[in-house]
C-alpha cells in the first residue's frame, strides 16, 4: 500500500475534536454532554444574515470574485474605519474562514525552515498551517502564574535567529482569554522593525475585552504598515462559525497579491455566505456590547466556580471566552477522556479540551484543559457541577 505523506503522518489530532468519538458514544448510552470543548458560541446568529440571504435568490449560484465579493469588501473596509483603522476595499481578502486566511498568510511570507515565533499556549490549528509550508513554529513560553502575560522583550530577542521571518500572537488569545496591551503591542513593533520581520495578529475575538479595558489592533501601529497582517473572521463575532466568512486584512501590497494568487487557486469563497457577512457587518456598536456583556457575566461564573474547586487554578481571563484551567490530574487527556466514557453526574458530562494540545511540548499542557465557557448561564452552571463532581470521583477512583 502506498505511504503517506510525512505531513499527514506527523500531523497533530485536533485537541478541540479528537474526543469527539467519546462524546457521541456517552450521547447514545443516554448522557447528556455539555460542550465546553469548542469555540461554538450558543448566542444567536444575527437575523439579518439569514434574512439576506433569502432575499437574494440568484437564478444562477456563481463563483464570486477570488478576493470576495466586492460590496463585502467595502463593507469589512468601513467597518475597520468605524473602529478607527482605516483600510481601503483592495487591502481585505475575503477567505473561507480565518483558517484559510492564516493558511494563505503563512504561505505567503514563510519559506520552508523559515521560524515563526508564537507566545504558547497557543491555538493548536497554528502547528497544523505551519507544517503546510514546512516553517518551524518556536514557542515563547508564557505561565499561567503570569496570567499568561507576554514575555518582556529581551524574550522574544533571545529566540530571533536568521530564520525568523514572523511573530504570530492571537489578540484576545485563544486558548488563554488575555487581552495585550497597548504597551505589549508597542514593545513588538520594536522587534519586528528592528529584525524585519512580520507581525501576524489574529484578531477573531477583537469585540469580546472585559473590565473596561480595549482591544487594540495592531493595524493602529505606526510605522509598521508593511509588517502588519491581521486575519479576521465572522464566526465569533456574530456567532455564524458555520459560514466560514473570514478575511486577510494588510497594508502591504506584496503579501495582498501574493494572498490574492492563492485565492485565485482556490477560486473562491462561498458565494451565499457572503451575501448573509455583508448584511452583518452593518451591525450597530450596541449589538458587541450587548454580547460582551453576557459573556463577562458567563466569565464571573466560570471564575467563581472553578475557586471553589480544590486543587484548581485558573488565571483572570478578560478577553475572548476561553480559560486555560490547570486541574489537580497528572494527565488531563486521560481525564477528558475518562469524564466521557466512565462518568456522569445527573445523567451529564463535560467535555473540555485537553491543554496538550495547545503547546509545542504537549507535556507543558498535562495538567490543564482549555475551557470555552459558550453555553447559557443555567447550562455552564450544570456544567461546573459535573467538573467539580468528576474531579472528585476522579481521584476516589484512584487516579492522579
Same mark, same amino acid.
Given at each position: 500500500?502506498?505511504?503517506?505523506?510525512?505531513?499527514?503522518?506527523?500531523?497533530?489530532?485536533?485537541?478541540?475534536?479528537?474526543?469527539?468519538?467519546?462524546?457521541?458514544?456517552?450521547?447514545?448510552?443516554?448522557?447528556?454532554?455539555?460542550?465546553?470543548?469548542?469555540?461554538?458560541?450558543?448566542?444567536?446568529?444575527?437575523?439579518?444574515?439569514?434574512?439576506?440571504?433569502?432575499?437574494?435568490?440568484?437564478?444562477?449560484?456563481?463563483?464570486?470574485?477570488?478576493?470576495?465579493?466586492?460590496?463585502?469588501?467595502?463593507?469589512?473596509?468601513?467597518?475597520?474605519?468605524?473602529?478607527?483603522?482605516?483600510?481601503?476595499?483592495?487591502?481585505?481578502?475575503?477567505?473561507?474562514?480565518?483558517?484559510?486566511?492564516?493558511?494563505?498568510?503563512?504561505?505567503?511570507?514563510?519559506?520552508?525552515?523559515?521560524?515563526?515565533?508564537?507566545?504558547? @499556549?497557543?491555538?493548536?490549528?497554528?502547528?497544523?498551517?505551519?507544517?503546510?509550508?514546512?516553517?518551524?513554529?518556536?514557542?515563547?513560553?508564557?505561565?499561567?502564574?503570569?496570567?499568561?502575560?507576554?514575555?518582556?522583550?529581551?524574550?522574544?530577542?533571545?529566540?530571533?535567529?536568521?530564520?525568523?521571518?514572523?511573530?504570530?500572537?492571537?489578540?484576545?488569545?485563544?486558548?488563554?482569554?488575555?487581552?495585550?496591551?497597548?504597551?505589549?503591542?508597542?514593545?513588538?513593533?520594536?522587534?519586528?522593525?528592528?529584525?524585519?520581520?512580520?507581525?501576524?495578529?489574529?484578531?477573531?475575538?477583537?469585540?469580546?475585552?472585559?473590565?473596561?479595558?480595549?482591544?487594540?489592533?495592531?493595524?493602529?501601529?505606526?510605522?509598521?504598515?508593511?509588517?502588519?497582517?491581521?486575519?479576521?473572521?465572522?464566526?465569533?463575532?456574530?456567532?455564524?462559525?458555520?459560514?466560514?466568512?473570514?478575511?486577510?486584512?494588510?497594508?502591504?501590497?506584496?503579501?495582498?497579491?501574493?494572498?490574492?494568487?492563492?485565492?485565485?487557486?482556490?477560486?473562491?469563497? @462561498?458565494?451565499?455566505?457572503?451575501?448573509?457577512?455583508?448584511?452583518?457587518?452593518?451591525?450597530?456598536?450596541?449589538?458587541?456590547?450587548?454580547?460582551?456583556?453576557?459573556?463577562?457575566?458567563?466569565?464571573?461564573?466560570?471564575?467563581?466556580?472553578?475557586?471553589?474547586?480544590?486543587?484548581?487554578?485558573?488565571?483572570?481571563?478578560?478577553?475572548?471566552?476561553?480559560?486555560?484551567?490547570?486541574?489537580?490530574?497528572?494527565?488531563?487527556?486521560?481525564?477528558?477522556?475518562?469524564?466521557?466514557?466512565?462518568?456522569?453526574?445527573?445523567?451529564?458530562?463535560?467535555?473540555?479540551?485537553?491543554?496538550?494540545?495547545?503547546?509545542?511540548?504537549?507535556?507543558?499542557?498535562?495538567?490543564?484543559?482549555?475551557?470555552?465557557?459558550?453555553?447559557?448561564?443555567?447550562?455552564?452552571?450544570?456544567?461546573?457541577?459535573?467538573?467539580?463532581?468528576?474531579?472528585?470521583?476522579?481521584?476516589?477512583?484512584?487516579?492522579?
Amino acid at each position: 500500500m502506498p505511504a503517506l505523506s510525512e505531513r499527514a503522518i506527523h500531523l497533530p489530532a485536533s485537541p478541540i475534536r479528537k474526543l469527539v468519538p467519546y462524546a457521541e458514544a456517552a450521547k447514545q448510552r443516554g448522557v447528556h454532554v455539555y460542550h465546553l470543548n469548542i469555540g461554538q458560541p450558543d448566542i444567536e446568529t444575527p437575523p439579518r444574515y439569514f434574512e439576506a440571504i433569502r432575499k437574494a435568490e440568484p437564478k444562477v449560484l456563481a463563483y464570486s470574485h477570488s478576493a470576495g465579493i466586492e460590496t463585502l469588501r467595502r463593507a469589512i473596509a468601513a467597518y475597520y474605519d468605524r473602529i478607527g483603522y482605516p483600510v481601503t476595499p483592495g487591502q481585505v481578502i475575503v477567505t473561507t474562514g480565518a483558517s484559510e486566511a492564516l493558511s494563505f498568510v503563512f504561505a505567503s511570507c514563510m519559506n520552508p525552515d523559515d521560524e515563526i515565533i508564537i507566545p504558547e @499556549p497557543f491555538y493548536a490549528n497554528y502547528n497544523s498551517f505551519s507544517m503546510f509550508t514546512n516553517a518551524k513554529v518556536v514557542p515563547l513560553v508564557t505561565k499561567i502564574e503570569n496570567d499568561f502575560a507576554l514575555p518582556p522583550i529581551e524574550e522574544f530577542e533571545k529566540l530571533i535567529t536568521p530564520r525568523t521571518k514572523a511573530i504570530l500572537i492571537c489578540n484576545p488569545g485563544n486558548p488563554t482569554g488575555i487581552l495585550y496591551p497597548q504597551e505589549a503591542l508597542e514593545k513588538l513593533r520594536e522587534i519586528i522593525l528592528r529584525h524585519d520581520l512580520y507581525l501576524i495578529s489574529d484578531e477573531v475575538y477583537r469585540e469580546f475585552a472585559y473590565d473596561g479595558l480595549t482591544h487594540h489592533s495592531v493595524l493602529g501601529l505606526e510605522g509598521a504598515e508593511n509588517h502588519v497582517i491581521v486575519t479576521d473572521s465572522i464566526s465569533k463575532r456574530f456567532s455564524a462559525c458555520g459560514a466560514r466568512i473570514g478575511c486577510v486584512v494588510s497594508r502591504n501590497a506584496g503579501v495582498m497579491d501574493a494572498v490574492l494568487r492563492l485565492a485565485q487557486a482556490r477560486l473562491a469563497p @462561498p458565494t451565499m455566505e457572503q451575501i448573509g457577512a455583508e448584511a452583518v457587518y452593518g451591525l450597530p456598536q450596541t449589538f458587541f456590547d450587548s454580547v460582551a456583556e453576557e459573556y463577562v457575566s458567563r466569565r464571573d461564573l466560570l471564575l467563581e466556580r472553578l475557586s471553589q474547586m480544590e486543587g484548581v487554578r485558573c488565571p483572570h481571563v478578560n478577553g475572548a471566552f476561553y480559560a486555560m484551567v490547570e486541574l489537580p490530574v497528572e494527565d488531563s487527556d486521560h481525564f477528558c477522556r475518562w469524564m466521557l466514557e466512565d462518568f456522569a453526574h445527573q445523567g451529564a458530562t463535560v467535555m473540555m479540551a485537553p491543554g496538550g494540545g495547545f503547546y509545542s511540548d504537549p507535556e507543558k499542557g498535562r495538567r490543564q484543559v482549555r475551557v470555552a465557557y459558550v453555553l447559557n448561564k443555567a447550562d455552564l452552571k450544570k456544567a461546573m457541577d459535573c467538573l467539580e463532581a468528576g474531579l472528585k470521583a476522579y481521584a476516589l477512583a484512584g487516579f492522579k
